[in-house]
């Protein structure tokens, strides 16, 4: 079963709790404002295909600029050990875009094919 299943098995909730699940095994803790901001990011995300709308849409969420929101998301990305990034993503590359759409794709059950 994938992590964003549409046929109601799954719910936002249960969706939330996993994906901050890999964010702590990453070393992104939920003290940081970018931990809430990765979260909502991944789940627009999936609606809105473009990493630029999507921040636009948490900050509005968030009431805050969305520069603020890739920052925020920015920061986080940097706290990860080189060595689980590329273990868990299977790959060096680090962006925003990326990272949102790498989570997107994991939570989904795709792999990085190297």
Excluded at 5 to 10: E, I, K, L, P, W
Aim: hydrophobic share 35%; charged share 30%; net charge positive.
């Amino acid at each position: 079963m994938s992590f964003y299943q549409t046929n109601g098995f799954v719910s936002t909730k249960e969706k939330k709790m996993k994906l901050a699940e890999v964010l702590i095994s990453l070393g992104i803790t939920p003290d940081l404002k970018g931990f809430e901001y990765v979260v909502s990011a991944v789940e627009v995300y999936r609606t809105y295909k473009g990493v630029i709308n999507c921040y636009e849409e948490v900050a509005k969420k968030y009431n805050v600029d969305w520069h603020n929101v890739e920052r925020a998301i920015r920061y986080c990305i940097t706290l990860i050990p080189n060595k689980k990034y590329k273990e868990f993503f299977g790959t060096d590359k680090r962006s925003n875009s990326v990272f949102i759409a790498m989570l997107k794709l994991k939570m989904e059950g795709y792999e990085y094919d190297r």
